[in-house]
């Protein structure tokens, strides 16, 4: 009972999370380290999407425990670079609540897919995710530690869903809920 009351309390707060970082009204963006590793912990739609690769992960086993995390983190890599150098991708913010719906999905229906096929999926969704970071940045900044801190807390959020989904790996259904409720909090990202 305490789990559904924290998620929906969660559902509520989605709107002023996704407008809790840099970016948004009220922030002045900075190019450091630090500022790299908060971001993805201050937004919820990142939170969520890295959470979700390491539970993913964790539910496929064997080496996509650490191959599909580290697509996502070499794809997002990639894609900050060319965001930051000007490229631009249709719809990035819709790409991002997808990754968000889809991952969520795939906990929640237990989806196994070989290592190459889970890579590439989380790979396109990554590439949303970086490329929107890297656009963000101005091109008068270097930007280099500010992605030293993004990636190094990106691994982190992996580790942290595959250490849960780890923990959980004999309890099927808690893992499963939890896709599930990535899966909604994705879905009402299209809402907001």
């Known amino acids: 009972m305490k789990l559904i009351r924290l998620l929906a309390l969660t559902a509520f707060a989605l709107p002023v999370l996704a407008h809790a970082h840099p970016g948004h009204e009220g922030h002045e963006l900075t190019w450091d380290f630090t500022s790299g590793a908060i971001h993805p912990l201050s937004g919820w739609d990142h939170l969520l999407a890295m959470i979700a690769v390491g539970l993913w992960a964790a539910q496929l086993g064997g080496r996509s425990r650490w191959l599909v995390p580290a697509a996502f983190v070499g794809i997002m890599t990639l894609g900050a670079f060319?965001?930051?150098?000007?490229?631009?991708?249709?719809?990035?913010?819709?790409?991002?609540?997808?990754?968000?719906?889809?991952?969520?999905?795939?906990?929640?229906?237990?989806?196994?897919?070989?290592?190459?096929?889970?890579?590439?999926?989380?790979?396109?969704?990554?590439?949303?995710h970086g490329v929107a970071h890297g656009a963000e940045m101005p091109a008068s900044a270097s930007g280099l530690n500010y992605g030293i801190g993004f990636v190094a807390s990106t691994i982190f959020l992996h580790a942290m869903g595959l250490s849960l989904g780890l923990a959980v790996r004999n309890q099927e259904k808690v893992a499963r809920f939890a896709g599930g409720a990535i899966a909604v909090a994705g879905a009402l990202a299209f809402a907001f």
């Open 82 to 128: 060319l965001g930051h150098a000007g490229f631009a991708i249709a719809g990035v913010e819709q790409g991002i609540a997808a990754s968000i719906l889809v991952l969520g999905l795939l906990i929640a229906f237990a989806v196994k897919l070989p290592a190459i096929a889970s890579m590439v999926i989380v790979g396109a969704f990554a590439l949303f």
